[in-house]
């Protein structure tokens, strides 16, 4: 346990410190946010022809109202936690590929619905917007992240599951 922890502290650390620095931001994350915001409308474009995106922005040309999708509303920081999970776990290296791409999967899927609904929700009230984008998406991202690891973990091989420390007895612990 002692070694999952200081391994996912020191990925997440050292995963954050590279996230921030200005070429990382300007090669990988706003170019992904980009595309997330490109991606939100086009999937609203099915429901709504009055969507258009620049940059990192979602903006209705009915009313004006935009969404611009900034660092920390992109999933990166969710997949940094994840990741940080999952290579801390000692599982074999094929299964933490796996966790991770359906990871990806489920927690940019969940932030494409956190900001088509934040788009929507900020066009009819915009106190409920705020709660909802300050409060209920940030938690449910990262308990979307949570919920990833714990289902991976389920589904990890039975031979590869850390087998719980004997008793002093030479028992199993259960």
């Not at 991770?100 to 088509?116: D, P």
């Not at 909802?132 to 449910?140: G, I, M, P, S, T």
Request: charge should be negative; aromatic fraction near 12%.
């Amino acid at each position: 346990m002692l070694r999952f922890l200081v391994v996912f502290m020191l990925v997440q650390v050292t995963l954050f410190g590279v996230e921030i620095l200005q070429p990382v931001q300007s090669a990988v994350i706003l170019p992904w946010t980009g595309l997330l915001a490109d991606v939100s409308g086009w999937l609203v474009s099915a429901f709504d022809p009055n969507v258009a995106t620049s940059g990192k922005v979602v903006r209705s040309t009915l009313n004006g109202f935009a969404v611009s999708i900034e660092p920390g509303c992109n999933g990166v920081e969710a997949m940094i936690v994840l990741l940080a999970a999952i290579i801390a776990f000692p599982a074999p290296f094929l299964y933490k590929l796996q966790g991770l791409l359906w990871g990806f999967v489920a927690i940019q899927g969940v932030n494409l619905l956190r900001i088509i609904s934040l788009f929507y929700l900020g066009q009819w009230n915009r106190e409920l917007f705020d709660w909802a984008h300050l409060y209920v998406w940030q938690a449910l991202i990262m308990l979307d992240a949570l919920v990833v690891f714990l289902i991976w973990i389920r589904y990890l091989p039975v031979d590869d599951k850390p087998v719980p420390p004997a008793s002093p007895q030479g028992e199993a612990t259960v």
